[in-house]
């Protein structure tokens, strides 16, 4: 008897209580926020009856997002216990919020069941991200296979550069989309997951070779051809997807996410100006070929108090400004507090066009205002801080590369399009994690979320020797 609660005392005691606590209060805010939404779609001149409150069906996605992230809480706690406590909730948190959104963008774009597409989604990640987890057991197997991953993203990379030439205007900003049957894949979202692996693997079993530097030009020092010349390969699929495939915000991110990994891998502020100049140079050298790339700057420049001629031209020109401006135009009205879940005006025939996509982040700072925008910018704060703890916390160079390279993929991509929504850079088509509609992105974010976790888990496991 004794034994028995000496057992049970023990598996409470080891239980992801934080996590689960963590999990809580988002779930409230979830119903809370369905409710209202729900609410706000009720006929204003109707009377309020209990049978017409929304407590059966129309809560039926967001209480299916709780019960798969409870159920993915209850995986983690019998095989993954001693992985990070703090992800899953925040995750979950920016999760919910674009399952909420979906539904509430859906009718107004003429998608009334975008919601249920999103959740879908979800569900597959979650699904994925376990997989992800129990098919990698031991970590560093990616490592023995980083140049298969290089591969693989080459692979990625060719298929959409392809599909590129499809495209009969050769000026103008191409998709990085696949059509397979009935579903659209974006090959860029394992393209970046590859492209970290591989430098990750790269960089931590020729770290001092590159950090020394053996090749001089004038004040630089660069690493040796044999050590330079596999980055300078994947570097270069970067400025290719930037002049050929007319990508920006893919060509930035892979750009980031190099310069990140640079520096993680060798601690050398040279290298990471002397790539930062290659890219000012190139960028300007697409600025004078490119007509779009020129389009897009001259958007960044539109001056929306002292309104004229050439703004009007540009806001009314296909591809110009008219959706930045209407986006600014949307974070406006929402001022402080923001005008409440579903009584704002974000989509529309003319209103922000893509906003479920490109644009989601208006619709957000329209309807839950500056307090609401910073409350997300501050959970993706806190996400790219757990992730560089995990990569801190890892038990080798390859994993604390491998960890800190893909939190700066969060990092780097929130950044990016969060500035391209508040006209502070060029919009591009990079998806916000976790909030953007649609399944690459949700499933790619998911095996980076799974990979982060695994990572926590084993190098606890590797410092307390109990599994």
């Known amino acids: 008897m004794a034994q028995m609660a000496q057992r049970s005392a023990g598996v409470l005691r080891r239980y992801r209580w934080t996590e689960l606590w963590l999990l809580i209060l988002p779930f409230v805010l979830f119903l809370l926020a369905m409710t209202q939404l729900l609410l706000s779609n009720l006929d204003p001149t109707s009377s ?14 967001i209480v299916g997002l709780i019960a798969a992230l409870l159920g993915f809480h209850v995986v983690m706690n019998i095989f993954f216990r001693k992985a990070d ?4 909730p925040l995750v979950g948190v920016l999760t919910g919020l674009g399952v909420i959104m979906s539904t509430r963008l859906g009718p107004d774009i003429g998608i009334p069941g975008l919601g249920n597409r999103q959740l879908t989604w979800v569900f597959i990640g979650l699904v994925i991200c376990l997989g992800t987890m129990f098919a990698l057991r031991n970590i560093n197997w990616l490592a023995r296979y980083k140049y298969t991953a290089a591969l693989f993203g080459v692979v990625m990379f060719c298929t959409t550069l392809v ?9 103008s900003p191409t998709h990085d989309q696949l059509n397979i049957g009935p579903f659209n894949f974006q090959p860029s979202e394992l393209l970046k997951i590859c492209i970290v692996i591989f430098f990750a693997a790269y960089l931590s079993e020729n770290r001092e070779i590159l950090a020394e530097g053996s090749l001089k030009f004038g004040p630089f020092r660069l690493p040796p051809l044999r050590q330079l010349g596999p980055i300078l390969m994947m570097l270069g699929i970067g ?10 915000g893919l060509a930035l991110l892979i750009y980031g996410i190099f310069l990140c ?3 993680l891998g060798t601690s050398k502020i040279s290298y990471v100006v002397t790539s930062a100049l290659m890219a000012v140079v190139f960028g300007f050298i697409g600025y004078l070929l490119l007509g779009y790339v020129k389009q897009r700057f001259a958007v960044v420049g539109i001056d929306m108090v002292n309104w004229n001629a050439q703004s009007d031209a540009l806001y009314y020109e296909i591809g110009g400004g008219g959706q930045v401006v209407q986006g600014l135009i949307a974070i406006a ?15 529309g025939k003319f ?14 700072a329209e309807e839950l205002g500056l307090v609401g925008l910073f409350a997300i910018i501050g959970i993706y704060l806190l996400i790219v801080y757990r992730g560089f703890r995990i990569a801190m916390e890892a038990s080798d160079p390859f994993q604390q590369l491998l960890a800190a390279g893909l939190t700066s993929i969060f990092a780097i991509q929130t950044l990016i399009i969060s500035a391209g929504n508040l006209k502070i850079m060029p919009l591009t088509g990079i998806p916000l994690p976790f909030m953007t509609y649609g399944g690459s992105s949700v499933f790619a974010n998911f095996i980076i979320v799974g990979l982060l976790l695994l990572i926590s888990h084993r190098s606890k496991v590797e410092r307390e020797g109990d599994f």
């Open 163 to 171: 599909n590129t030439f499809k495209v009969k205007d050769l000026n």
């Open 239 to 248: 400025l290719l997807l930037f002049l050929v495939v007319r990508e920006l």
């Open 48 to 61: 309020l009856k209990i049978n017409n409150l929304p407590i059966g069906q129309g809560l039926t996605p």
């Open 351 to 364: 209103f922000v066009p893509a906003v479920h996509t490109d644009m989601v982040l208006t619709a957000f």
């Open 85 to 88: 406590q703090f992800l899953l």
């Open 261 to 263: 990994m640079i520096y």
């Open 333 to 347: 009205s929402g001022g402080i507090l923001g005008a409440g879940l579903g009584l704002g005006h974000p989509a």
